[in-house]
């Protein structure tokens, strides 16, 4: 069993898939737009390109013949993953899966049109004048997204007609790729929300993570933690959404599917084929497996026999508060490594900007999921970045 793996993404999530990768002895390219991402320190090699050209997509690929081709982020000219796929190479989950979710229309379309799927309200907008009539059908407060984004940019809350144009120039401001469309959905009155990690094998059932709970702030998570309890009826209804949707797309992998959880039951909201930003919190031993792995195995076509809840954790995001052409120093880990239930995942960014997420604190153990989200918030403020 070795394959060569092109990476296309190199964030933080990559750089823990490759780790995952290279403990089962594969090879792996890291590609990214710019040099020094974090999965680009522990491949065996990496390139430079705009993964939105797609000659240069051609050339990476001619270049390297990978077996498998796993995306990691949305900015990528993804109708060139079809060719590959014709050509015999993988694609992970499948060609479908990652032209479908990196583009919010095809995935909500495919889930509330063709599956059923029960989501909020939505209308689609590629000029202003077309956003205010999304905004009439769905009513206030709504929601606006760039159809391709990530981390949560470009997303903002309608509550007045005064809001509308501002939040049309962060959608385009925050727009991947050379898209230019948004999605406007009705707003859910939902009591929390969930990550669904959702593992698809090419020759075994789909298993189901313990569902992960998360905070978000500007569009993007500032905690996570698991389990979540909630109501064992409304998890099923969510496994259920969950399976019916990857089952569509196919292919190997995990998939971070998301859902409004209200009094009526699970509502659909997105779904990434790839290890999830608010699933860093498996790093803290809370599963027999953490996403990373089980990505890893699912891709290369290895068993999952059970995923095991193992213990609780929460993690913590540390962000930088302004822009760096170097990477920070982090003080502060004293603190943090001193707890014995607790630990710090660096990410190694090369550069920083205002709330560009560049660390992770994690906390574990048989406290509550309240106390160990307080703690983990508590250590990754104590955590301070300082920059030349």
Not at 289 to 303: C, I, K, S, T
């Amino acid at each position: 069993m070795k394959f060569k793996i092109l990476l296309l993404g190199s964030g933080e999530l990559g750089k823990e898939f490759v780790i995952a990768a290279k403990r089962y002895g594969q090879t792996v390219i890291a590609v990214d737009s710019y040099p020094g991402a974090p999965a680009m320190q522990v491949a065996d090699h990496f390139e430079v390109i705009d993964m939105l050209d797609a000659a240069a997509l051609d050339v990476v690929v001619s270049k390297y013949c990978p077996d498998i081709i796993v995306p990691e982020i949305e900015a990528i000219r993804t109708e060139q993953l079809f060719k590959y796929e014709a050509q015999g190479m993988r694609v992970v989950p499948s060609a479908k899966a990652a032209n479908f979710t990196m583009n919010r229309k095809s995935i909500r379309d495919l889930a509330a049109i063709e599956l059923g799927v029960r989501t909020a309200p939505y209308r689609y907008a590629t000029t202003l004048s077309q956003l205010r009539d999304g905004v009439a059908h769905c009513g206030f407060p709504c929601v606006v997204k760039p159809l391709m984004s990530s981390s949560g940019k470009g997303q903002s809350v309608i509550r007045t007609e005064a809001d509308i144009e501002t939040a049309w120039n962060y959608a385009m401001e925050g727009s991947r790729g050379d898209l230019k469309e948004v999605i406007v959905e009705g707003f859910i009155d939902f009591d929390y929300e969930i990550t669904l990690l959702t593992v698809t094998q090419q020759n075994g059932p789909t298993l189901f993570c313990a569902p992960i709970g998360h905070r978000q702030e500007r569009g993007d998570y500032q905690e996570s933690w698991q389990p979540m309890l909630m109501n064992p009826a409304y998890l099923a209804e969510a496994q259920e959404m969950a399976q019916s949707v990857t089952a569509a797309l196919g292919g190997a992998g995990i998939w971070g599917v998301e859902f409004f959880i209200t009094s009526e039951g699970a509502y659909f909201s997105e779904l990434s084929p790839r290890p999830h930003d608010t699933g860093m919190v498996t790093l803290a031993g809370t599963q027999n497996l953490n996403e990373f792995e089980l990505h890893a195995r699912a891709v290369l076509g290895l068993p999952i026999s059970q995923i095991t809840q193992v213990q609780n954790g929460a993690s913590a995001v540390v962000l930088a508060t302004q822009n760096s052409d170097t990477a920070p120093q982090f003080l502060g880990l004293d603190k943090v490594l001193n707890d014995p239930m607790a630990e710090v995942r660096i990410f190694g960014k090369p550069t920083t900007r205002p709330y560009r997420r560049m660390a992770v604190a994690l906390t574990f153990g048989q406290n509550s999921v309240e106390d160990l989200v307080l703690k983990a918030k508590d250590h990754a403020s104590s955590i301070k970045l300082r920059y030349d």
